[in-house]
């Protein structure tokens, strides 16, 4: 039976909504509101420490802390993110939640939670994987305090191969109690937008779901309009994005672990490089098409946006503190009528 | 709000659970077992309907008819399955259900749809379909009786591209609802495997779950023991299987309209294929492998094997009637579980 979050995160409220720490999105003010709804805010950090400080003051500023940990989380991402620089700022700001991803062994993973947790022994190391042996090896290399369990639906980085969490978490799972760590919650992200994913993920046995593409209308969270514009327009989510590694190459060399792609909606970039265009013309394009007034997100979309299969559910900006409620309340609403139904 | 199926099906127990149309996997046998254990037991059928004569006798010989229709479902494949040829056999043994799933284009199911409903229409015409612009262009052309939404998890044929029923079945159910289709009843598939999984698919507002990969190990399925062996063995679904137009090159040039490929095991052949090697070595060595003592299910194997991400959670072989009764039963179980846990 695993341990209940409830116990070490006091301010959440059933079923915990999490936001996933979306690196130059999800700032101090989308973790503050996702948090102050009775979720679990998060911030996504990739190099810049200062930048990750001021978000973390922003928190500081309007959270008390719970436990003496700031109630909200911080990602990591330690293929990229500097341990050593990363380690004060989370000795100084205590988050309730330190969140890693993409390692490029999961050795790394080890270094990392335990150079944490020396830091910050209160903080809970949560790690997010993609298949059920890296489940297994994370747990027994780190016994992470939460695994996040991420399906193939998610938007942006995660396994280029994978299952969707409909069969993922439920094989984690069976297969983490039966290696003896039955004992460690799981949280569930890809594809789930909505009340009727999330109630899904709680049934398939996550104690907790974490939402990207869905807080990219937060009104909170960093985004350019014309990004925003398109998550909102975009329809048919499972024709109209795409997993690719070639999102990763329009800036220069892919500097991701070879594990990893990411979803993103379709666009010309994508388009030009399953037509065989040369990466350089490709790399010019795009440039030019950031320079442009639509900073490529234009009709003739050429600039990446990360979105999940769930985008054709994302329709309205809204606060956090609303997607929060409207989640929630909505996964309860799911399980009403499936039990009103049978 | 969608039309409730224990209307039309009076002898189905809740939540209804069926066996996905195999060809050549799904005979009268199991479609028996899986009617008799409260679910909708299903045939597949491809070309040759003095088989699928056969096999319907069988049903006839063990199950009364309910509502003067015999209580399973017919699956046919309208790019390959000639439609002349199975309306006498749709006639003479009238179906409950009449499954259609891959079409050249969607104007066919129409064709297909009206001419099953001339010769028997008391049967009800399903419509499998794997995206959200699909599944609204065959609610209006076709008006099936039941859409069946099938994520990209799942074993055997299915859209090449797409989302699994975690964000695919919501944004199917409310554009449906949109468009003035609310009341067309769902049902889904792709990675169900046991009661977690039918549980979440309820959540997300399907009606009854169809399940291929987990009928794989049923005691009445016509199958290769090599097959099955391998289909037991696997674990970690979502890194063990692939989707690939490849499976469908082994015997020949692909017959499958371009929107279709097959989510599989992956095999020696796809290795190659994926290193580059030519087809026609594939081919030969695919033939050889067929031709050997284990048939290309052996140790190096180059036999396709359909298999779904939930692959990893199968690993008995159970009566059918046992299969239907656990996931139902197990479906009640992981509701409950939510319930107290929340």
Redesign the interface.
């Known amino acids: 039976m695993a341990h209940?979050l409830a116990d070490d995160y006091p301010w959440i409220s059933?079923?915990l909504i999490v936001n996933a720490p979306m690196g130059g999105f999800a700032g101090g003010a989308l973790a503050t509101a996702v948090t102050r709804a009775g979720g679990l805010g998060q911030i996504g950090a990739v190099y810049n420490m200062d930048e990750l400080s001021d978000q973390l003051r922003i928190v500081e500023h309007e959270l008390e802390r719970c436990n003496h940990v700031l109630p909200i989380g911080v990602g990591l991402l330690p293929f990229v993110s500097k341990l050593e620089k990363a380690l004060p700022v989370l000795e100084k700001f205590k988050p309730a939640v330190v969140w890693l991803f993409a390692a490029n062994n999961f050795d790394d993973y080890k270094t990392w939670s335990a150079r944490v947790r020396e830091v910050t022994p209160r903080s809970k190391v949560w790690i997010q994987v993609?298949?059920?042996?890296a489940a297994v090896a994370v747990a027994e290399s780190c016994r992470p305090d939460v695994l996040a369990i991420q399906?193939?639906?998610a938007g942006g980085h995660g396994?280029e191969?994978?299952?969707?969490?409909?069969?993922?978490?439920?094989?984690v799972a069976?297969?983490l109690a039966k290696h003896g760590f039955g004992d460690i919650p799981l949280v569930a992200s890809?594809?789930?937008?909505?009340g009727?994913?999330a109630?899904?993920?709680?049934?398939?046995?996550a104690?907790g779901v974490v939402m990207g593409t869905r807080f990219l209308a937060a009104e909170e969270t960093i985004i350019h309009p014309g990004y925003r514009t398109a998550v909102l327009a975009t329809?048919?989510?499972?024709?109209s994005?795409?997993r690719a590694k070639i999102f990763d190459e329009l800036r220069g060399p892919n500097i991701w672990p070879v594990l990893y792609d990411g979803r993103g909606l379709v666009t010309e970039s994508y388009n030009d490089h399953a037509a065989g265009v040369d990466i350089a013309q490709i790399r010019s394009l795009h440039a030019d098409a950031l320079k442009s007034e639509h900073a490529g997100f234009g009709e003739s979309r050429r600039a990446t946006v990360w979105a999940?299969?769930?985008v054709?559910?994302v329709n309205r900006v809204q606060p956090a503190e609303d997607i929060v409620t409207e989640v929630r309340n909505g996964a309860?609403a799911?399980?009403d009528r499936?039990?009103s139904?049978?």
């Open positions: 209940s059933q079923p993609g298949s059920v042996s399906g193939i639906d396994f191969k994978g299952a969707s969490i409909i069969s993922l978490l439920p094989e069976d297969t890809g594809g789930i937008v909505d009727r994913g109630a899904a993920a709680l049934a398939l046995g104690q329809t048919d989510g499972g024709q994005t795409v999940g299969t769930g054709g559910l309860f799911a399980l499936v039990r139904r049978l």
